[in-house]
């Protein structure tokens, strides 16, 4: 339906190739069902798609579930709904750490031509940012950053990430 209306009011066209944003946002709500969240309330945290800064798609979950418990599944439902009924051209892809997993990466690389996924903090990682070289410093919402791309050869080597 949410595509629908996208198409229906012309901020969705077939052959448009478009920025897929995805994150889990919490919803407070009062309900039985509803789980007590790290947010300190109850409510759920349904997976959020959004093109352009318009919702393109929303799938509910438990509040209290791993951001990436079935995941894949959703992105996956969402990327056939957007090939197979809009018919757009996913080119780039953007999650936060919630989305960082090989199986994650695996669908969502297999969908767009560019995907950017914040890489989960790990111990392993951080000795390798420690030790690389190769940043770009710059400002990023007023606040001073070091920016750099590396490689992730561990992690589904095959697909040279």
């Given at each position: 339906?949410?595509?629908k209306c996208l198409a229906a009011t012309g901020q969705l066209n077939p052959g448009d190739c478009v920025d897929?944003?995805?994150?889990?946002q919490f919803i407070a709500a009062d309900k039985k069902d509803a789980?007590?969240?790290y947010k300190k309330a109850d409510g759920y945290f349904p997976g959020v798609a959004s093109i352009g800064g318009v919702i393109a798609g929303v799938e509910n979950r438990d509040g209290n579930a791993n951001v990436r418990f079935h995941q894949?599944?959703?992105l996956e439902r969402l990327f056939n709904r957007l090939e197979k009924h809009?018919?757009?051209?996913?080119?780039n892809f953007r999650a936060d750490c919630g989305s960082f997993s090989?199986?994650?990466?695996?669908v969502v690389s297999s969908h767009?031509?560019?995907f950017y996924i914040r890489a989960s903090n790990c111990q392993s990682r951080y000795v390798e940012f420690m030790e690389h070289e190769d940043w770009t410093e710059t400002d990023i919402g007023g606040r001073h950053c070091g920016v750099t791309s590396l490689r992730f050869g561990a992690m589904l080597p095959d697909m040279n990430l």
């Open positions: 339906l949410l595509l897929l944003d995805f994150d889990h789980k007590y969240s894949a599944d959703t809009a018919r757009v051209v996913v080119r090989e199986e994650i990466l695996v767009c031509e560019h």
